[in-house]
């Protein structure tokens, strides 16, 4: 920075005052270093929910082992059971990862419609009290209709094959995402509103440039919630509709109807790692778009 | 509104208030006949007790809310308004911020880049164009704030208490600073503070405004000629005007 030097006589120094300094990276300055700060995260990250992972693979194994008997014990087969026959057994595991194939598609089309509709849904919402009014109960009731009820119009209209998975994908994803979006359309402070009106500024442009990036924090937080959400979509889907190439659903339904329950886990599992991966990647687009100006208030 | 005649165009004022009052729908009576008025190029503080009306003035000024009654006059081409917040977008950069009114103004992107840069030089955050608000300390998004204006050049400037969230030697800088602003582009300033030493040091008339409903209840004019030194603030005769206008405060 330079110093005014012919001001500096009638006015002090240009620049911040003593007081005024440019926040320190983050890392430095917090006692201990990066080190203390980096291995509290790591702690946090990854060693607690490997911790709540350890419990729960503990009440699995007394589940399954204590409280099932052998001729029980197909309902949840002990957990390295699962994993030798369900995954390490090329010619079972094969068959999961073909439908998984087939799952992922149905999920990240689904993820993709959902995203799409739920925004657009969203900006037209919060342009006007009335469209809200009239749109946001149905939204409501999109989430809250029994699948079930649908599937005959949906089998009438798209049959049973990927299409109506996909719709009933879009159904269950959809809502998380109108209502973060529009909560965060809607929470843009009034003083930057009154800003952009005092300066004429159109419906369009106050959208693209105020309101649009201001809720990007809350449409991701949506994002992720329906990233999850599409993939349970995609499963319950396939579920229902059963023709075509077999995704982990219609595999979860044979397996269940065949009592083969280490094969059942073994795609149950994989259906949690396919969530869990959409749910991690959101996140990690979340910090990559708002991460440098957005930082969450902890309580 | 009642109409009142218009005054001779020898002295026509940038910003006049003649009788103004607002009700609010809730029935809070903001203002009752309130009149003052800013000559081009002069600076004008006003002062009250909390409440009686302060910013509903400005809100007035700038077109943000209607006066129940009265007349409003500004003769401007453009209008600066400098919030209580600094009001920064958190995703945009320093440059990217102090660029945001003359991009909705759709100025000329050869002449914006111009004016963002002098006004950036202007407030002393050269060097901080690519830094983003989150990572600047309160008196530096201040001046963020006021670059952001100054980058319109406004003739009328309305400040709503400006620095009042600051500390009390950021708060100084910033009064010399915007003093030298005031000298360089000559705008009528109308600015509100809690503060009597700032009011009196940054202004050439300081109004007083009596608790809610607010009017304007007493003057102080104060004889020191721009530009001021930061020194005055210890001369004999500014801790008088500073009394006189204390004392009216204490008044109403
Ligand atoms: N939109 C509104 N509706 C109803 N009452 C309002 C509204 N805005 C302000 N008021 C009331 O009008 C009065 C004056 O408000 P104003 O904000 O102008 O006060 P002020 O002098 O700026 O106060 P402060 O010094 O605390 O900022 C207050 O009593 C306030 O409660
Ligand atoms: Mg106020």
């Known amino acids: 920075m330079t110093v005014d030097v012919d001001s500096a006589a009638a006015a002090p120094a240009v620049g911040p005052a003593p007081g005024e300094v440019v926040a320190p990276p983050t890392g430095a300055g917090v006692p201990g270093g990066r080190w203390a700060r980096s291995r509290g995260a790591l702690l946090n990250k990854f060693l607690l929910p490997f911790c709540v ?31 030798r026959v369900g995954i ?62 649908l599937t005959p119009v949906l089998s009438f209209f798209f049959g049973f094959a990927l299409t109506s998975r996909t719709i009933v994908c879009v159904i269950i994803a959809f809502f998380p995402i109108v209502s973060n ?8 402070d009034r003083g930057m509103h009154e800003l952009f009106t005092l300066h004429h500024t159109s ?26 959400l599409s993939v349970i979509g995609a499963i319950v889907g396939e579920f229902f509709f059963k023709q075509g190439n077999a995704g982990l659903g219609t595999s979860l339904s044979v397996y269940s109807s065949r009592l083969e329950g280490e094969r059942l886990w073994a795609t149950t599992l994989v259906a949690s790692l396919l969530g869990i991966a959409v749910f991690v990647f959101f996140g990690w687009l979340s910090r990559r778009v708002v991460g440098r100006w957005y930082q969450p208030k902890r309580g | 509104m009642t109409m009142t005649t218009e005054p001779p165009p020898s002295t026509t004022a940038a910003l006049r208030f003649s009788g103004v009052s607002k009700k609010f729908k809730d029935g809070t009576v903001a203002l009752t006949g309130a009149d003052l ?8 503080t006003v002062v009250g007790p909390s409440g009686c009306g302060k910013s509903t003035l400005l809100r007035i000024a700038s077109g943000l809310d209607k006066a129940s009654d009265g007349e409003v006059a500004v003769h401007s081409k453009s209008v600066g308004y400098v919030f209580q917040d600094a009001t920064l977008l958190p995703w945009r950069t320093v440059r990217d911020n102090v660029g945001l009114l003359a991009e909705l103004e759709h100025m000329d992107k050869k002449e914006r880049e111009r004016r963002v ?47 009042g ?33 700032e009011a009196v040091f940054l202004s050439g008339r300081v109004l007083v405004m009596s608790g809610r409903p607010g009017r304007v209840k007493a003057e102080v004019t104060v004889p020191f000629d721009y530009p001021r030194a930061p020194e005055i603030r210890y001369s004999a005769e500014f801790a008088a005007l500073c009394g006189e206008v204390s004392q009216y405060l204490r008044d109403v």
Do not use: C
């Open chain 1, 88 to 149: 390490l057994d090329w010619s079972n595991f094969k068959v999961i990862l073909e439908a998984l194939r087939y799952t992922v598609i149905v999920t990240f089309v689904g993820l993709a419609i959902s995203m799409v509709l739920g925004v657009l849904a969203a900006v037209l919402m919060s342009q006007a009290q009335w469209i809200e009014s009239s749109l946001y109960p149905w939204a409501v009731v999109l989430q809250t209709v029994p699948i079930l009820a």
């Open chain 1, 181 to 188: 979006t529009l909560f965060g359309l809607q929470s843009v």
């Open chain 2, 165 to 197: 969230a600051l500390d009390e030697i950021t708060r100084e800088r910033l009064n010399d600073e915007l003093l030298r602003m005031f000298i360089q582009s000559r705008f009528a300033a109308l600015f509100i503070t809690h503060s009597v030493q």
């Open chain 2, 37 to 44: 008025a800013v000559a081009p190029g002069e600076f004008v």
């Open chain 1, 203 to 228: 419906r369009f442009t106050r959208l693209w440039k105020l309101q649009l990036p201001a809720a990007l924090p809350a449409m991701f937080s949506g994002f992720r919630v329906a990233a999850g």
């Open chain 2, 117 to 163: 840069r002098d006004a950036i030089d202007l407030v002393g955050l050269t060097g901080f164009e690519k830094h983003l608000p989150m990572e600047l300390s309160g008196g530096m998004r201040m001046r963020v704030s006021l670059a952001r204006s100054m980058v319109l050049a406004p003739d009328v400037f309305l400040f709503d208490e400006p620095f």
């Open chain 1, 53 to 83: 992972f350890a419990l729960f693979v503990g009440g699995w194994y007394l589940v399954s082992g204590f409280a099932l008997t052998r001729q029980q014990r197909f309902m949840l087969p002990l957990p390295h059971d699962v994993i």
